[in-house]
């Protein structure tokens, strides 16, 4: 049995059910008995962010801070602060390498649903403007 367990489903059909049955049949018990019970998320799959949320958050929020914010008398691409923004409020999520190795990456806003992209917006503009006096043209 692996040291670190980790393996996520989405329940599409019966097959997917029985697999994740199967997995937590194998290991509860031994993982239990040891002290270290399996732990079980359940959450409903989110919609992927839209194109035109996308789009407001590149055309809109990246421009706009990319016009108006100064650092240290410089300013900074959409990309950079795009970069800043994602590595600021991005969650971080565990990837299994297929060494079996597992890596810590920020997650892509790409792989966002729409209220965790939609949070994460609000949260860049909120900062911009409170940090870099950034006010935003809503018009794209």
């Known amino acids: 049995m692996s040291a670190r367990l980790y393996k996520e489903f989405t329940l599409s ?3 997917v059910w029985h ?3 199967e997995l937590v049949r194998e290991h509860a018990k031994a993982h239990i008995e040891r002290g270290t019970p ?3 998320i359940v959450t409903a799959e989110d919609r992927r962010r839209t194109s035109e949320a996308n789009a407001f958050y590149w055309g809109v929020v990246l421009r706009d801070i990319s016009e108006q914010a100064w650092v240290n008398d410089q ?8 970069e800043y923004y994602a590595n600021l409020y991005c ?8 060494t079996g190795e597992l890596f810590s990456r920020r997650k892509s806003t790409s792989e966002m649903g729409q209220k965790e992209f939609t949070d994460y917006v609000t949260r860049v503009q909120a900062n911009a403007a409170n940090d870099f006096s950034v ?6």
Do not use: I, M, N, Y
Not at 75 to 82: C, L, R, S, V
Not at 91 to 98: E, F, K, M, Q, S
Not at 135 to 140: A, G, L, N, Q
């Open 13 to 15: 059909g019966p097959a």
């Open 19 to 21: 697999l994740l049955k």
């Open 38 to 40: 399996l732990r079980v």
């Open 75 to 82: 300013q900074f691409k959409p990309d950079t602060w795009h």
């Open 91 to 98: 969650p971080r999520v565990d990837v299994t390498l297929p």
């Open 135 to 140: 006010s935003f043209d809503e018009t794209f």
